[in-house]
């Protein structure tokens, strides 16, 4: 509780894109499968990839498939930086950190994706109250979120919730707010809680 007796607000917090790195270490495998330099391939990407050369969904499927199964990516990406510190900054400082992620989309690999997400998530020391494996994030009863996945966002926003767009190049055209940093994130919860 904080000064006022009130209940700090649950934060619901996406992974990829947010707290780990996942172009980054999707770009490495992605050169890997195509057979080509990392270099060949733009950092910048849009949503679905295409500029690797993912041009329609069962492509990016395979592809996805391989990266979790073969590269073990949900265990390998890199965290983005500030997310462990400012996490453990907000959950010592009393809000409610809840995990949102919708990594259960690849057809029975499910048992994969929980295993090799909760190795990153104590691996990395980030903390969490709760893992929520959802599409429909507006369904866990966050109060603000964090999420960089432009349909997310807007659909979170559309329904009323307070939505802090991470920044990257898949959402360029999000309006704010925005954060470019944990940082920032940390400074927006604090000015709307």
């Keep these: 509780m904080d000064k006022q007796g009130k209940d700090k607000p ?24 195509f057979e080509t330099s990392v270099e ?7 949503y679905g990839l295409k500029e690797w050369g993912v041009r329609e969904p069962k492509q990016y499927e395979s592809l996805h498939r391989y990266a979790l199964h073969q590269r073990e990516l949900f ?22 950190i809840r995990i949102i992620t919708h990594r259960l989309f690849i057809h029975y690999s499910h048992a994969s994706a929980v ?7 104590d691996g990395n020391g980030i903390p969490y109250w709760d893992l929520c494996f959802m599409k429909e994030k507006s369904e866990v009863g966050a109060d ?23 920044a990257n190049s898949t959402n360029k055209d999000i309006a ?4 470019s ?3 920032e994130v940390y400074s927006m919860i604090h000015r709307i809680s």
């Design 75 to 96: 265990k390998t990406m890199p965290m983005i930086p500030g997310a462990r510190k400012y996490l453990r900054k907000l959950s010592d400082e009393g809000y409610h």
């Design 40 to 46: 060949e391939l733009p950092e910048d990407v849009s």
């Design 115 to 121: 295993e090799q997400t909760v190795a990153w998530l």
């Design 144 to 166: 603000i979120y964090v999420e960089d996945s432009p349909d997310n966002v807007l659909q979170l926003r559309k329904k009323g919730f307070y939505t802090i767009c991470f």
């Design 176 to 179: 704010s707010p925005r954060a």
């Design 10 to 33: 649950v934060i619901g917090v996406d992974l990829d894109g947010v707290c780990a790195d996942f172009y980054r270490r999707m770009r490495e495998i992605a050169a890997e499968w």
């Design 181 to 183: 940093s944990w940082k």
